[in-house]
């Protein structure tokens, strides 16, 4: 965080969908830059968890692929019985 009184920071463009833009332009009383940072920010402090439990895993892909075949096959055969 910036802590001077003029503080620049890098500037990115986004492209939204035509409803939300409609909806944005209603609400001018809104800061949508800070609420799109704070979303933002949000989903990159789950990245960097994910990144950091990562960082100590000795899971290997070809591990993480066989879980995810049991899973499957474990919701697959729930459903069928049900």
């Given at each position: 965080?910036?802590?001077?009184?003029?503080?620049?920071?890098?500037?990115?463009?986004?492209?939204?969908?035509?409803?939300?833009?409609?909806?944005?332009?209603?609400?001018?009383?809104?800061?949508?830059?800070?609420?799109?940072?704070?979303?933002?920010?949000?989903?990159?402090?789950?990245?960097?968890?994910?990144?950091?439990i990562?960082e100590k895993?000795?899971?290997?892909?070809?591990?993480?692929?066989?879980?995810?075949?049991?899973?499957?096959?474990?919701?697959?055969?729930?459903?069928?019985?049900?």
């Amino acid at each position: 965080m910036c802590m001077h009184i003029y503080c620049t920071m890098p500037t990115m463009t986004l492209s939204v969908p035509d409803d939300l833009y409609t909806v944005i332009k209603q609400h001018n009383e809104i800061k949508w830059s800070v609420i799109a940072r704070n979303a933002m920010w949000e989903y990159a402090r789950k990245i960097q968890l994910v990144d950091s439990i990562l960082e100590k895993s000795e899971l290997t892909e070809i591990d993480a692929a066989e879980i995810g075949k049991l899973i499957k096959k474990s919701v697959r055969e729930q459903h069928e019985i049900e």
